[in-house]
């Protein structure tokens, strides 16, 4: 039981490492989180990566607050 509780804890603190999120934005206009990541620029690799594979919905990067990490 110890082990799955020391799990989680490890997975929460690994969760409020990644503090930014590339954002897709639909043709409707709906938002849906891609992916989370420890640093903007790997954030900004991967939301380029999308981009250039010719995906037509709009990306964004947005830096998560630690609220948000922890939710």
């Given at each position: 039981?110890?082990?799955?509780?020391?799990?989680?804890?490890?997975?929460?603190?690994?969760?409020?490492?990644?503090?930014?999120?590339?954002?897709?934005?639909?043709?409707?206009?709906?938002?849906?989180r891609?992916?989370?990541?420890?640093?903007?620029?790997?954030?900004q690799?991967?939301?380029?990566?999308?981009?250039?594979?010719?995906?037509?919905?709009?990306?964004?990067?947005?830096?998560?607050?630690?609220?948000?990490?922890?939710?």
């Amino acid at each position: 039981m110890r082990d799955n509780r020391d799990r989680a804890a490890a997975g929460d603190a690994a969760a409020e490492n990644l503090m930014w999120a590339v954002i897709r934005q639909d043709d409707n206009g709906n938002h849906y989180r891609v992916g989370r990541y420890p640093t903007r620029d790997e954030a900004q690799r991967v939301c380029d990566a999308f981009v250039s594979c010719g995906h037509k919905q709009l990306y964004v990067i947005e830096q998560i607050t630690h609220h948000e990490a922890s939710s």
